[in-house]
């Protein structure tokens, strides 16, 4: 008969600690319900006081062990899957607004509008694809407007335009840097999501390309409504603070975008949109780090040769100043050289000068 060891001490009241040769091992509960632990596993012992009858089974069997194993690992795999869906969500979302052109239709060409046009069925559809065709006023203003209030962005710009001729002239009103998402989600080495803040040059970047793409986007549905425009001149403008800190509207960009060049295009494939829009006339100034700086738009031709009228006027009063004239006498003719609509300022000097010695 081998000798056997065992020591048996109080911890806490209904915890004991058992010394024996297989190694220690831990007692709770009372006579009645007791669950000992040690290394041979964890064990249910009940009894009956006073009567001798006892029941003991151990209940961190092998296989109850494997299935909670089973169930958390299951469950940290779900977890992971569920995390890196949040991050591929996060990406195509993202993808969307920096690369918004890639989700415009290519723009479809004049033949294959007439083609259409023979193929249509119905004298009804076919005078109003005619007007389409042809440019009708009313009928481009009904698809623009209802093309513009369809559109859905998961941010806030505006829109306003104007035909000329064959020309869309459109003023956009851009979406502030400050309302672009400055965070984005990540995985942790353990696969959980946390989130990081985006450094300012990507922020920069990011949004530089959306509203740029943004543009080449509006430029394409707008010729998909008609073969009638042939050039889309596209200005995009912020509110940004000057030096008093009042907000005002500076123009980032302005682009001539022209049909032909527009038909033979991918959009799919444009993996850089700033790259791809200096393939069109355009006045954009922006720097290596992703600033703009403000420019002057492409106007209507009307606006623009007002503009060049003031601008020979100015130069021509100056020069009047430089001969000598005082103010009193140049203004006595500034009126009359207004009604004149000269094509440069030599030409409103030598009307200013036949003015002045009338007076005289």
């Not at 083609?115 to 559809?125: I, M």
């Not at 829109?159 to 979406?175: A, M, T």
């Not at 430089?322 to 300022?345: A, M, Q, R, V, W």
Request: aromatic fraction near 10%; charged fraction near 25%; charge should be neutral.
């Amino acid at each position: 008969m081998g000798l056997r060891f065992y020591k048996s001490f109080k911890i806490l009241p209904g915890v004991r600690m058992n010394v024996s040769k297989s190694g220690i091992s831990w007692t709770l509960g009372s006579k009645a319900v007791k669950v000992n632990t040690g290394k041979r596993g964890t064990y249910l012992n009940l009894s009956i006081p006073k009567t001798g009858i006892s029941w003991r089974e151990k209940i961190d069997k092998k296989s109850n062990s494997t299935k909670r194993t089973t169930i958390t690992k299951t469950s940290q795999i779900k977890q992971n899957e569920e995390n890196k869906a949040i991050i591929e969500q996060y990406e195509k979302e993202n993808d969307f607004i920096i690369n918004l052109h890639k989700y415009a239709d290519d723009v479809v060409t004049k033949e294959d509008f007439n083609n259409h046009l023979h193929s249509v069925k119905g004298e009804s559809l076919k005078k109003s694809l005619q007007l389409v065709i042809d440019g009708d006023t009313n009928t481009l203003n009904a698809l623009i407007e209802n093309f513009i209030n369809s559109i859905e962005l998961p941010y806030e710009f505006s829109i306003e335009y104007e035909l000329e001729n064959n020309v869309l002239f459109v003023d956009l009103d851009l979406p502030e840097i400050e309302n672009f998402n400055n965070q984005y989600p990540a995985l942790s080495s353990s696969g959980e999501i946390i989130i990081k803040n985006k450094n300012q040059i990507t922020i920069k970047q990011q949004y530089s390309q959306a509203i740029i793409s943004l543009a080449i986007y509006l430029a394409a549905n707008f010729f998909n409504l008609t073969p009638f425009i042939e050039c889309i001149v596209l200005s995009g403008y912020s509110q940004r603070r000057n030096r008093d800190g009042d907000l005002i509207d500076e123009y980032l960009f302005s682009f001539k975008i022209d049909r032909l060049k527009m038909e033979n295009v991918d959009l799919s494939n444009i993996a850089k949109p700033y790259d791809f829009i200096l393939n069109f006339e355009n006045r954009i100034n922006l720097s290596t780090s992703f600033n703009f700086k403000a420019i002057t738009p492409y106007q209507l031709k009307a606006q623009e040769k007002e503009e060049d009228i003031n601008l020979y006027l100015n130069e021509a009063v100056q020069g009047l100043r430089n001969l000598g004239y005082k103010s009193t006498e140049i203004n006595l003719i500034t009126d009359k050289l207004k009604e004149l609509n000269l094509n440069s300022t030599d030409e409103y000097l030598k009307e200013a000068l036949i003015l002045l010695n009338k007076i005289k």
